[in-house]
Every structure is written in C-alpha cells, then in structure tokens.
C-alpha cells in the first residue's frame, strides 16, 4: 500500500507506491456532488464485482488517526459517526477491510471526509491480491492505478461499460461550486 513517513533528516517525507502498470483518472458524470457520490460508491462496488474481488482494503498512507481531526459539516459527521458507529476509536491508524456488501454506504462516508479534509491520511484501497490500488480525491474522482497487465484489462473493460469517464489529461477540479468546496477545513 502507498505510504509517506516523515524524515527527519530531510525534513520531507519519504514515499513509497507500488510499482504501476497503468494509471487513470475516472469521473462520473452528475448534477450535485451528492449525486456524484452515490453513483461513485455504486460503480466502485461494480468494479469490484466485475474483478471478482470480496473485499477492499483501505489504509491511511500516515500513521495519522482516522479519528485525528473533528468537523462541524454535516456530511463530514455523518461520516465520522459510521466510523464511530463501526468501532473505528480515536487512535486507529490501520486498515478497514470493507466486503462488497458494506462498499456502497463505506465509499459515501469516506468520500464525504475526503472532501471536507476531516480524514488527514490519504486513505488508499487494494485489493488482497495487490492487482489494483486506488484513492478518491476531493472532488470525487477516482484515481485508480492497475498493478498488472491483466488488472489493467479487466479494468479498461469495466470502465468502457460503466458510468465512469476518463479524465484524459488527469487534472482534477471543483465541478460544483464556484466558491471552493463547502464544509472544506485547512488546518495550518
């Protein structure tokens, strides 16, 4: 899994990612962020299915808590009281391991503190077999890398079928406010 520790000696950090066969940016076409989110947490559990995997796991590239930051945006503590609510405590740094079943509803929450920077870590997902990983940024987007050439087929073959669009050029941007992301906090 992707991962960053800060180095002291550089006083950087220094990252690891897996080693990639292809990279992609998909977006889904919707009329609200909210809408975004519900046809992003579908078409993430479709994709799933249609590579046969069981499982995702997901994992903070930190060792920051998921639990580290409070928010007073609705949707953002929606999404910290199902972490709650599935006994992730306040000093869990580790993995969630989210069958098909729970994705949809996992991928909201998870989406929503992603957005409102409540989560610190960038949390990532792979599969168990390490054939894919993946992230969802702000604005919604998967970003979503194939480890191997046959992940890659099956990926591509999804992705011709589903609601996902390539973003070709890989840059990703607010598509619902013109005013910045609404419930976003910066911690400096």
Partial sequence: MPSKVFND????YDFFYPKVFASYVLTI????????????????????KHLRYEHLIFLGDEKTPWLDKASDYKSAMGGLEFLIANKVGKRFNGALL????????????????????????????MDKGQNIVGSI????????DSLNKRAD???????????????????????YSKTGIKGRQISV
């Fill in 9 to 12: 000696s550089k006083d950087d």
């Fill in 137 to 144: 940024c702000q604005y919604g987007n998967l970003h979503i």
């Fill in 153 to 175: 087929r099956f990926l591509k073959d999804f992705v011709s079928t589903s609601q996902f669009d390539y973003v070709f050029d890989k840059r990703c941007s607010e598509k």
């Fill in 29 to 48: 076409k919707a009329t609200s962020y909210r809408g975004q989110v519900n046809l992003l947490a579908t078409e993430i559990a479709n994709l799933t």
């Fill in 98 to 125: 989210t069958d098909i079943a729970n994705l949809p509803t996992f991928i909201k929450h998870l989406t929503w503190l992603i957005r409102s920077n409540t989560l610190l870590p960038y949390v990532h997902f």
